[in-house]
C-alpha cells in the first residue's frame, strides 16, 4: 500500500500563488504514475496534472500555461506549483497514485480563491 499526505493548501488573491506537495510513503516503488485532481462544490472531480515516473506530464487544458506538476524521486514526494490563479480553481484538491495493481487516494487539501 502506499500512503499519500498532501499539503499547502489554502486561501489566495486571485492572480496569486501556491505550491501543494504530496508526500508517498510505503510500497513507493509500485508507484507508475501520480496525478493531482481536483473537485469543486458540485462538480465532477477532474484530473489537473500528471506525471509518470519517466517525467512525462500531462495538464487539463484550463491549467495548461499555469499550473506545473513535479516529483522530487529523492523525496518520495510530488509539486504542484499553480499560478496565476483563477477564481474557478477553488477546489478540494488530491493527490492521486496508480500503483502496479491499485490506486491510491490522498486526503485532500483546500485551495481558496477570493478577493
Known amino acids: 500500500q502506499v500512503q499519500l499526505v498532501e499539503s499547502g493548501g489554502g486561501l489566495v488573491q486571485p492572480g496569486g500563488s501556491l505550491r501543494l506537495s504530496c508526500a508517498a510513503s510505503?510500497?513507493?516503488?509500485?508507484?507508475?504514475?501520480m496525478a493531482w485532481y481536483r473537485q469543486a462544490p458540485g462538480k465532477q472531480r477532474e484530473m489537473v496534472a500528471a506525471i509518470t515516473s519517466g517525467g512525462g506530464t500531462h495538464y487539463a487544458d484550463s491549467v495548461k500555461g499555469r499550473f506545473t506538476i513535479s516529483r522530487d524521486n529523492a523525496k518520495n514526494t510530488v509539486y504542484l506549483q499553480m499560478n496565476s490563479l483563477k477564481l474557478e480553481d477553488t477546489a478540494i484538491y488530491y493527490c492521486y497514485a496508480d500503483l502496479d495493481d491499485s490506486t491510491s487516494w490522498g486526503q485532500g487539501t483546500q485551495v481558496t480563491v477570493s478577493s
Open positions: 510505503g510500497s513507493i516503488f509500485s508507484i507508475n504514475a
